[in-house]
């Protein structure tokens, strides 16, 4: 099976491309929602990470908060490295575990940190989701409570879009609607669809 990686900065509209894959019949494995399960109560990271950051990061219900925790460690690069350091091996062992358990010719593997946190092995090929850093703070502004400030602090963060291209086996530019995401999406599908059939 072929194992397609799917990342992008902040805003760049991976969740958008991922839904279009889906739309195929494509699984789709995403490491965000892998990290939200596992920081779950009663999951294995969440005492973990209270342990690290305190009880402050606790919102409603008893769940984290995860934009008091994202706040703390986009401020301090050392934070950063704490959370990843506790959720970045118990996330690549569920993508391992979901992937060995598929039977379709490829798979979608959303990793937004896929070349910082050195996942590259968990992917035969790299699609990488570009977009304008203008378009990427518009975004994720409508979308959540973070200031302009606080959106710079994540793309800062993350590899530099000219850095990620470099990585890209496959690019989609995602700067206009979502006529042309779907367009774009159904070329990849039929080219991932070929690169995964066994040769004649």
Request: glycine share 6%; hydrophobic share 40%; proline share 4%.
């Amino acid at each position: 099976m072929l194992r397609v990686g799917l990342t992008g900065g902040i805003g760049s509209g991976k969740s958008t491309v991922a839904a279009l894959f889906a739309g195929h019949g494509v699984p789709v494995i995403d490491a965000d929602e892998i990290a939200r399960q596992l920081v779950a109560p009663g999951q294995p990271a969440y005492e973990q990470v209270l342990k690290t950051f305190g009880s402050d990061i606790i919102g409603t219900g008893g769940r984290l908060d995860r934009d008091r925790l994202r706040r703390i460690v986009f401020a301090d690069p050392e934070q950063r490295k704490r959370l990843e350091a506790i959720l970045h091996p118990l996330v690549r062992r569920e993508i391992q575990r979901q992937t060995q358990r598929l039977q379709t010719p490829y798979c979608i593997i959303v990793i937004p940190l896929l070349i910082e946190a050195n996942q590259r092995d968990l992917v035969d090929r790299m699609l990488v989701i570009d977009t304008d850093e203008a378009l990427q703070l518009q975004r994720v502004a409508a979308r959540s409570q973070l200031t302009e400030n606080e959106i710079r602090k994540i793309i800062d963060a993350q590899l530099s879009r000219n850095e990620r291209l470099r990585h890209a086996d496959d690019v989609i530019l995602n700067n206009t609607d979502l006529g042309e995401l779907r367009i774009s999406v159904d070329t990849l599908h039929e080219r991932y669809l070929a690169l995964a059939r066994p040769p004649a």
